[in-house]
């Protein structure tokens, strides 16, 4: 049970108990009684739970980053903020999309509900757009034939174990954002599982060549070479996107790196 459907369940439960309060227990009570506990605790936090889960589905939504696949963008335990409104307004739990606004584009880090599994969030920068022809050859991106601009930006420091890594800048239509590729892990795909579409997708020794399908998004770690993502488990569908990653509003280890991010 995902703690959207638990959150819906405590707004109906409470929003129930302060209906009965307000339109009927209250009027049957003596003048000056004291409502029963289990209606006063109830429909005091109907309100409350109501705001948390407003703001919660249709405007911004906390996360707390798991893993290293978007290092050096996002570094374990930073907690973040995600949009939920940028892509479309969708309905909480079921995360049907009501109502469209914005398209992901290429270079948003993006949440969404992991195909394999959705009832585990991911986070992935976009890459390819419906129709696009995504490459990665011998650690070079291209789509739509034209080589993605990258530049060398010298070296990240993994503090945890005290190693360098070669970082670089990467652009993405007018965005650029920093990577990282260790150029002594091998070009090729070691594992890839069977996906939705996997048919569009060509695999060599030197990477892969993938066509995203219309409604449906690829996605790659900002970390390239320590990352699960579309060029294992395949393409995101529209109807996973939970949002658009924009801020980091707190980490215990390094408070400097509250603010926004590309």
């Known amino acids: ?37 289990w209606v006063e605790y109830g429909a005091s936090f109907f309100p409350v739970i109501l705001i948390v889960f407003v703001l919660r589905s249709f405007l911004v939504e906390p996360f707390k980053i798991p893993s290293g696949s978007m290092i050096p963008t996002l570094l374990v335990g930073d907690y973040i903020l995600v949009n ?39 986070i992935k920068r976009v890459v390819g757009v419906p129709g696009d022809r995504v490459e990665y050859l011998d ?16 070296e990240y420091l993994h503090t945890d174990r005290l190693y360098y890594s070669p970082r670089y800048v990467e652009q ?55 990352s699960s993502d579309s ?5 995101v569908p529209d109807r996973n996107i939970v949002g658009r990653a924009f801020f980091i509003w707190f980490n215990f280890s390094d408070m400097k790196r509250i603010g926004r991010f590309h």
């Open 139 to 154: 650690k070079r991106l291209r789509i739509n034939g034209e080589e993605v601009p990258l530049r060398a930006d010298g």
């Open 1 to 37: 049970m995902n703690f959207a459907l638990i959150l819906f369940l405590l707004l109906a439960i409470t929003a129930l108990l302060w209906a009965v309060d307000r339109f009927y227990a209250r009027k049957r009570r003596a003048p000056g009684a004291p409502a029963p506990w």
């Open 231 to 235: 060029r294992v488990w395949g393409f």
């Open 84 to 122: 939920k409104w940028t892509y479309g307004i969708r309905l909480p739990v079921i995360n049907k999309k009501i109502i469209s606004i914005n398209d992901p584009q290429r270079g948003d880090v993006m949440v969404f509900r992991y195909p394999a599994d959705p009832s585990l969030d991911f």
């Open 172 to 226: 993405l239509g007018e965005r650029s954002h920093q990577l990282l590729i260790e150029q002594d892990a091998p070009a090729f795909v070691s594992q890839v599982m069977d996906f939705p579409f996997r048919q569009n997708c060509t695999y060599t020794s030197a990477g892969f060549r993938c066509t995203v399908p219309e409604g449906h998004y690829f996605v790659l770690g900002d970390n390239r070479d320590a």
